[in-house]
């Protein structure tokens, strides 16, 4: 039996969810045990990875012209990341971030490696394809904004205008979780999805994910 859109993106979610001991440095920080330098550095790779995934959203947007729901669909994503923007910027102050450590601050390999990751998919993969593969990465990567969210509240005394940008991310989009349906539909109908690839990029996505992780939890 042929299975729908969303039983499809909810399986694979499932299917691919990560391993919890993946992420060495979200439980740090659910017990307030991460120091401050390490949420600054947080901060300061995110303030590369956001604009860099809002470029390849974009060019991803523009190669999928030919299919609306695909193109609407990264079109919500890069709106999703301009906001994101705004708040982390709010984060990032709270950490003692200003323009002067910013410009100083070099990123990690280990952490830019995500992004990079999905500049490749922007350039190279078969845009339907993508829709599933960061279908089933955002899940994790909600849970843990999530966490970080509660976290910073309980152990940091951050305000909720600092947590807004993991307040973000771990709220339920029904507007965004209806696009990427829509966009698999049209997919599926169309015959332009291949599952097989798309997992095998989500598995990517996740390793380049736990790598994030790793390299801020290891840096000094």
């Not at 992004?115 to 089933?136: G, H, M, R, S």
Request: glycine share 6%; charged share 20%.
């Amino acid at each position: 039996m042929t299975r729908t859109a969303r039983e499809l993106l909810e399986t694979t979610t499932r299917e691919l969810a990560p391993d919890p001991r993946s992420n060495p440095l979200v439980p740090l920080i659910a017990r307030g045990e991460a120091d401050r330098a390490t949420l600054a550095a947080l901060a300061l790779e995110q303030r590369w990875v956001i604009p860099a995934d809002r470029t390849a959203f974009l060019h991803l947007a523009e190669r999928s012209a030919a299919a609306p729901e695909t193109a609407a669909y990264f079109t919500a994503l890069a709106d999703g990341e301009a906001l994101a923007a705004g708040h982390l910027e709010v984060f990032a102050a709270a950490c003692g971030v200003d323009a002067t450590r910013a410009e100083a601050y070099d990123p990690l390999p280990g952490c830019q490696s995500y992004p990079a990751y999905v500049a490749w998919l922007a350039l190279n993969a078969e845009p339907a394809d993508i829709v599933l593969a960061l279908t089933a990465n955002f899940s994790a990567w909600g849970g843990y904004c999530a966490t970080i969210a509660g976290a910073l509240r309980t152990h940091y005394g951050f305000t909720d205008e600092a947590c807004a940008f993991f307040d973000f991310f771990a709220e339920p989009a029904p507007g965004l979780d209806d696009a990427g349906v829509k966009a698999v539909r049209a997919a599926l109908d169309e015959g332009r999805l291949d599952e097989h690839r798309a997992q095998r990029y989500a598995r990517l996505l996740q390793r380049y994910e736990a790598m994030f992780w790793s390299a801020l939890r290891e840096h000094p």
